[in-house]
């Protein structure tokens, strides 16, 4: 098998989050400031290279797009492009923060603050699922850190609702 195979290539995604476990409340659900504030360090590898690293990355933003992509995917019941964009960061011509793009049965993971140039591609069930599992693990450890209702807070951040492709 061809090292480059896209079978063999694997992602492990790691995040701590940075802000106090008081950064947040139930009662700032609708807050978008302070919402964009609540950080976490998070990094992807690829094949054990770091591919991305961000030291301040708005985590609950983030669980927001992801929580919106997998609604998008058990709607549809196929698999989405997913793509990051944060309120803080308006630059867009280079294209979203994270991506995932499927093309046949596999997909490609990109980001325009990549650490590399690495162009992976992957099993697409395999990034898919290791994004859901991202999107369950977050849900889990946000409420159990912030100790907030996350349900609360996510129609309230702003996010780009994904249109998904029922193709």
Known sequence: MNAMDSQSTQIKIEYQ??????????????????????????????NDDLYFDQAEFPI???????????????????????HYYTLEFDEYEDGAILSIIPFGDNARLKSIWAEQALYPVFDLNYLIQAFITLEKDLK????????????????????VVFEWDSN
Do not use: G
């Open 60 to 82: 609950l933003e983030f669980y927001t797009y992801l929580y919106n992509w997998k609604k998008a995917i058990d709607q549809s019941k196929r698999a989405q492009e997913f």
């Open 17 to 46: 989050f940075t802000s106090d476990r008081n950064a947040i409340s139930d009662k700032q659900r609708k807050d978008v400031s302070a919402i964009l504030d609540v950080s976490a360090r998070f990094k992807i590898f690829i």
């Open 140 to 159: 889990r450890e946000i409420k159990a850190y912030f100790h907030i209702k996350l349900e609360t807070f996510i129609k309230h951040i702003p996010a």
